[in-house]
């Protein structure tokens, strides 16, 4: 997931405490540089507290990330809930939205719009399960967000396959992920909106038959 | 990309030098347990060679990452180049024999069947320029592989769209790459496949208005 608003160090209004500091640190700063590569202390000297703090908070660097990833999942969680591609009648449409909604996220460079879990993910999965775990209630527990949208426009629009809608659900995410790698390496977002787009046409043609350029000709 | 026969390790008749030893090593353990984590010391005992050895060889470790990016490029490119799927008359057919290619090869655990440039870029894309450089090189230049199979198809299949052969070839890349993300943090293979089967179904799409299943009905 994307474009993560820190919930306190631009915010100084809301005086964070130091806990939320070091949460914000940690994703701002493995999403730029990893994770094994990001030492409690960079950690620490980011969020402008102690490691007594740290300690305080954290029994360890990877309890710091289990947290940082459930972190991720709750702003994410609310930005998704807010944002306007829920607001169509149109179960199809909803979807459509929300894919043209993730591909307006993909701006700016890619530590800024790449998915804190996603990336964490590639260095833990086998060697760090708790970990691995919280990535993937992130990522999966986002794509759950849309499996009952998908259902509604299958039935509206009497699409059967041998595909389900948590399957489309969940390859919407390995699009995304996939994209920002490729971003990553190109070191360009254009590329990732461009899979974007594909996503988007899929879509179309799974439902419609056509894409939306077709259909207007 | 996938399946990597280690040139040295397993095949003592080749008598690999340590070098291709190193190689080998760090393309198993840094696919496993991300670059950040890994050391000098720990490839070295894996490839059994000594400190001296190494640095014999390669200046650093971003030295070794990049040559292991390389060679990683080589080995799989020899595997790409022999693979039958090159085998068919019809352009779109060998695009589709290569999605099922790759599909096939997405068995046993994600370290096993994901990609070493995937997995390094996530790290290294904004803080290891020459490592970041060298995963482009991987990942573009297969994507460019498929690139004339994809225009003959178009050509063949008087297919045009807003997209050109090329984007479609770097999003077969990117559904790959972000299906072996789900793989890891679900520690199952089954998804990713999931989203290869998506993306045949895409290809089918795009080019014949409708999926496999849907001709043979």
Known sequence: MTTYQPVGMYSPM???DARTKLLDAAIEVIRKQGYAATSVDELCRKAGVTKGA???HFESKD???VAAANHWS???GALFAGADYHDHDDPLDRVLAYIAFRRDLIQGTPAEFTCFAGTT???AFATKDDIRAACEASIFGHAETLVADIADAM???KVKGDWTAQSLALHTQAVLQGAFILAKAKGDAAVARDSAD???RYIELLFKGSTKKEQSK
Do not use: G
Request: proline residues 5%; glycine residues 0%.
């Open 121 to 123: 993910v590639q260095e």
């Open 63 to 65: 309890a710091l990330a």
């Open 198 to 200: 594909h996503l988007r």
């Open 54 to 56: 740290f300690f305080h």
């Open 14 to 16: 809301l005086k964070p």
């Open 155 to 157: 039935r509206k629009y």
């Open 74 to 76: 709750a702003t994410t």
